[in-house]
């Protein structure tokens, strides 16, 4: 590979490193080209995968401020950039390995923190971010509800302490 094309890669990967909010590196020996054009339609529009050059992409993680992935880079490596939804792009991961386990999580990193395969896994495990939304809007619009009954409560006890009131008087008059 000539110097402008090795600066040109560089400078390619150090954009995906920025552009992305996660990056999570793949061992991929064994995989057909099949199979790897599987797991780019499995990954969707939200993550790009990627063969890289392990030098190339050390010193362009190194650029990019990100050095926690310089000891997973041994062997032959890919990374999936995720832009968008970093729990579907770890579903989409985790289930494509279960079914072909010759792609192996090496780890990753998410929003600046290194993330071990475990942890991948466990982020793989949480709902999306459409569920995990609409089950916070539900609990926020219970909250509002009980909020206003409790408001509601003080004049209408107060209401009804008045009428008891009334009505006291009204039977000790007679």
């Given at each position: 590979?000539?110097?402008?094309?090795?600066?040109?890669?560089?400078?390619?990967?150090?954009?995906?490193?920025?552009?992305?909010?996660?990056?999570?590196?793949?061992?991929?020996?064994?995989?057909?080209?099949?199979?790897?054009?599987?797991?780019?339609?499995?990954?969707?529009?939200?993550?790009?995968?990627?063969?890289?050059?392990?030098?190339?992409?050390?010193?362009?993680?190194?650029?990019?401020?990100?050095?926690?992935?310089?000891?997973?880079?041994?062997?032959?490596?890919?990374?999936?950039?995720?832009?968008?939804?970093?729990v579907e792009a770890a579903k989409s991961l985790r289930d494509f390995a279960k079914a072909n386990p010759l792609l192996v999580i090496k780890g990753g990193v998410v929003d600046g923190k290194a993330m071990t395969?475990?942890?991948?896994?466990?982020?793989?495990?949480?709902?999306?971010?459409?569920?995990?939304?609409?089950?916070?809007?539900?609990?926020?619009?219970?909250?509002?509800?009980?909020?206003?009954?409790?408001?509601?409560?003080?004049?209408?006890?107060?209401?009804?302490?008045?009428?008891?009131?009334?009505?006291?008087?009204?039977?000790?008059?007679?």
């Open positions: 590979m000539a110097k402008a094309e090795k600066a040109t890669a560089v400078a390619e990967l150090k954009s995906s490193f920025e552009g992305s909010s996660a990056a999570v590196l793949t061992e991929y020996r064994g995989l057909t080209v099949a199979q790897l054009k599987q797991l780019r339609v499995a990954l969707g529009e939200n993550a790009n995968f990627a063969v890289v050059k392990n030098t190339l992409t050390k010193i362009a993680a190194n650029e990019a401020g990100i050095s926690q992935l310089d000891s997973l880079l041994a062997g032959p490596s890919a990374i999936a950039f995720v832009k968008g939804d970093v395969p475990a942890e991948i896994s466990k982020l793989a495990d949480l709902e999306s971010r459409e569920v995990l939304l609409a089950k916070l809007a539900g609990a926020l619009k219970a909250k509002q509800g009980h909020a206003a009954a409790v408001f509601n409560a003080l004049p209408t006890n107060m209401a009804q302490l008045a009428e008891a009131l009334r009505a006291k008087r009204a039977e000790a008059g007679e």
